[in-house]
């Protein structure tokens, strides 16, 4: 069972371009979440996604940034006209419910450089 | 707002000592804690979790962590540090809804002298 599949791994964007992260959960999982984690500090919520739903968003910057998980296929976290401050590292998070005693499993994080 | 903070942002310690990390959290309503580890270049891996059963909490790799609500801390330990132990720790705080939604300190990076 393959565990939470990000790609790209890293990715390189020149400013103004558009990013697009992918996240593929484990099987089974339709619960979604992004975190972002900017250097030396520590991860912060951007947003939880049920299958085709947006549950919180309440972590996402109102411009630019926007995320789905449509029924089929892996979520996307979609980044408009990047600029350098969203360098960053990107990690996606899969669930199978979203109860407490269910635990959360990460990707290995997508490293996004904006130049 | 809530908040977790943890003390120190390295740590060092020689290979077979006890192993002290940190973690406070603000809050008057218990929330549930954790700890994750991450190796370089890597995704989080759950190391243990704090959801208002045992106080003391035992997870993988040797670690364990005391929750102790006098003193709104959960410090993790290890009695002896092993050099694969050499990553970066999070502690992380839920204050209800899902176990995906959580809020990170800063980390701990711990390094393990021979």
């Known amino acids: 069972n393959a565990g939470v599949m990000q790609n790209p791994r890293h990715l390189v964007r020149r400013r103004g371009q ?6 593929s959960p484990m099987k089974g999982h339709s619960h979604v979440y992004w975190y972002r984690q900017l250097p030396e500090e520590g991860l ?11 549950i919180d968003e309440s972590g996402m910057p109102k411009e630019r940034f926007s995320a789905e998980f449509p029924k089929e296929g892996p979520s996307i976290l979609r ?31 997508t490293r996004l450089t904006v130049v | 707002a809530q908040s977790v903070t943890q003390l120190g942002s390295h740590v060092s310690v020689s290979e077979g000592a006890l192993v002290l990390l940190r973690c406070n959290y603000s809050s008057s309503v218990p929330p549930y804690l954790f700890w994750y580890v991450q190796y370089p270049n890597q995704g989080l891996q759950l190391l243990l979790k704090y959801t208002s059963a045992a106080t ?6 040797g670690f364990e962590a005391e929750f102790k609500k006098s ?23 839920s204050y209800g809804g899902s176990q995906g939604n959580l809020i990170f300190g800063k980390g701990t990076k711990l390094s393990v002298k021979p």
Not at chain 1, 44 to 54: G, H, R, S, W
């Open chain 1, 79 to 109: 980044i408009q006209q990047v600029v350098r401050g969203d360098s960053a590292a990107y990690f996606c998070a899969s669930s199978s419910t979203g109860a407490m005693n269910t635990e959360a499993f990460f990707g290995q994080g």
């Open chain 1, 18 to 23: 558009e990013a697009r992260l992918r996240c």
């Open chain 2, 56 to 61: 003391l909490v035992k997870g993988i790799n």
């Open chain 1, 44 to 54: 912060k919520f951007m947003v939880y996604l049920q299958k085709e739903n947006i």
């Open chain 2, 71 to 93: 003193e709104t801390s959960f410090h993790l330990t290890k009695p002896s540090a092993h050099m694969s132990d050499a990553a970066e720790y999070f502690c992380a705080v």
